[in-house]
């Protein structure tokens, strides 16, 4: 059986699917890894450990399959996005900790940007707000606070890059240093529309351009990794939001998805022309396949699934996150409380990133069931704050919205986003449509499928949700109100 391999290197776990010409999965394996917070809004991840972890997936999933490595067509790659890790060329090894996408650290730098009036020239050359989501301005800070590293960046010993890159990195055994569009596109050190890194904004972020990776094809066979003893092309690379639109079938442009992962992403694809939003939303790369650019408006979510992470790691109040559903479910509503989980501050349309988690409306009788279903809520709100600032934008109103990751086996969740949406959301067969995209821009690259056509007819509907009129009320306001208190809550004197 011949097939596609997608890694899929996530903010929590690495994770390997094999993939059949249906889209069908046919093995997997996935692997936690630690999360590292030296100080408060400051996130981490050990790079080795990542790649420890996902070749450890790539080998299992295989065998779980049952096929070998002659039987794998491409190999596709997908990518929390925007963590930033700067390694040496020579030995392969991180002088860092990664800098996670989470990280707050450069917060002070992206308000010193914004006081200088650097906000409309990002805007136009990326696409993108300032903010210390994006990988830029971590790489500034790595490239700061490592003794002698610009220096030697400037000599081109050292490779920074996006989780992509520095797989690529050691799955070619140091021979291939690259990224792909999409990727690119998330640095603030890339001018979407001429496709290229930007000499301005690399003066202003003073890096190096010998320290950055080639940019190239989202699909294409760009590098090449010995797997067991076999020559296997690595085809397609893109940041996990954008395979996730990919993997949706949402190929032409109106067409949204929402992915709920550790954070929540929303991205309407708007074909090849970058909007510019006016509501704060980003304009991203969605894909490079040859000479085309396709582009997506995107909202993005900083802690969607993770709020029950904490429930179950920070409170314990749920065992498994599995649990939060029949815990949420136990009361028929949210009793008045409203969570707020700004823990590393919000994302779109916000963009605060001294807002800070909090809990609205305890009394005596709220109970861990009204918590856990206030931190469903709070996804479903913030994902519908997120749509209404797209349609917005594109003059689009969106007749149903595309779902998938972990949180939408959560039946629960996915009626309370359908009901606080007042549209459709329609759930497919296969939820790991971030790995799926992955393979499908490897396999087209190689011909394992020839056209797009193969992949609108691989999606298929497991359920549609339909939203409950009689859930509405003022449920929306009172959320809104909570968040105006969540905002400026750590914002410096």
Request: with cysteine.
């Amino acid at each position: 059986m011949r097939c596609i391999l997608a890694l899929d290197q996530g903010t929590t776990s690495s994770r390997a699917i094999v993939f059949d010409e249906t889209g069908a999965i046919r093995g997997s394996a996935q692997q936690e890894f630690r999360q590292i917070f030296p100080q408060p809004g400051w996130v981490e991840h050990d790079a080795t450990e990542i790649w420890a972890t996902q070749s450890g997936v790539m080998h299992e999933a295989l065998a779980k399959a049952g096929v070998t490595a002659r039987d794998v067509a491409a190999i596709g790659i997908t990518n929390q996005r925007e963590t930033t890790v700067v390694w040496d060329r020579a030995t392969g090894r991180p002088l860092a900790n990664a800098i996670v996408w989470q990280d707050r650290r450069t917060a002070a730098f992206c308000d010193s940007l914004r006081a200088a009036g650097k906000a409309q020239l990002i805007a136009d050359r990326t696409g993108l707000v300032i903010d210390a989501y994006f990988s830029g301005t971590k790489l500034k800070w790595l490239l700061d606070s490592i003794p002698g590293a610009r220096d030697r960046a400037r000599r081109g010993e050292l490779a920074f890059g996006t989780i992509d890159s520095w797989l690529v990195y050691q799955l070619s055994d140091g021979k291939t240093h690259v990224t792909d569009a999409s990727n690119a596109s998330r640095t603030l050190l890339y001018d979407i529309r001429r496709g290229e890194w930007d000499d301005e904004l690399l003066a202003l972020f003073d890096v190096p351009r010998e320290v950055l990776p080639r940019v190239v094809d989202s699909s294409g066979v760009c590098a090449e990794t010995l797997l067991d003893g076999v020559r296997v092309p690595i085809a397609g690379i893109a940041g996990d939001q954008q395979a996730a639109l990919f993997g949706q079938a949402c190929l032409a442009p109106g067409l949204a998805k929402n992915t709920y992962g550790t954070g929540c992403f929303l991205l309407l694809n708007t074909g090849v022309n970058a909007v510019a939003s006016q509501n704060n939303l980003v304009t991203t790369v969605a894909w490079k396949r040859g000479a085309r650019i396709d582009y997506a408006l995107e909202g993005s979510v900083f802690i969607g699934g993770a709020v029950v992470q904490w429930l179950r790691d920070g409170l314990q109040v749920i065992r498994t996150a599995a649990d939060v559903e029949a815990l949420a479910a136990s009361v028929p509503d949210n009793g008045g409380v409203y969570f707020v989980p700004a823990f590393t501050g919000l994302g779109a349309p916000h963009w605060d990133p001294h807002a800070r988690g909090s809990i609205f409306g305890l009394t005596r009788g709220a109970t861990a069931g009204h918590l856990a279903r206030a931190a469903l809520e709070s996804i479903a709100f913030q994902s519908a704050d997120v749509l209404d600032a797209m349609q917005k934008d594109s003059g689009t109103t969106l007749s149903e919205l595309r779902v998938d990751g972990g949180a939408t086996a959560n039946d629960l969740l996915m009626q309370i986003q359908a009901d606080v949406l007042g549209v459709p959301v329609v759930r497919p067969q296969v939820l790991e449509t971030t790995a799926l995209g992955a393979a499908y821009l490897a396999g087209l690259a190689v011909g394992y499928w020839k056209s797009d056509d193969d992949i609108a007819r691989n999606w298929r509907v497991d359920r549609r949700f339909e939203p409950n009129e009689a859930a509405g009320g003022t449920a929306r306001e009172r959320w809104h109100e909570a968040v105006t208190r969540a905002k400026r809550w750590a914002q410096s004197d």
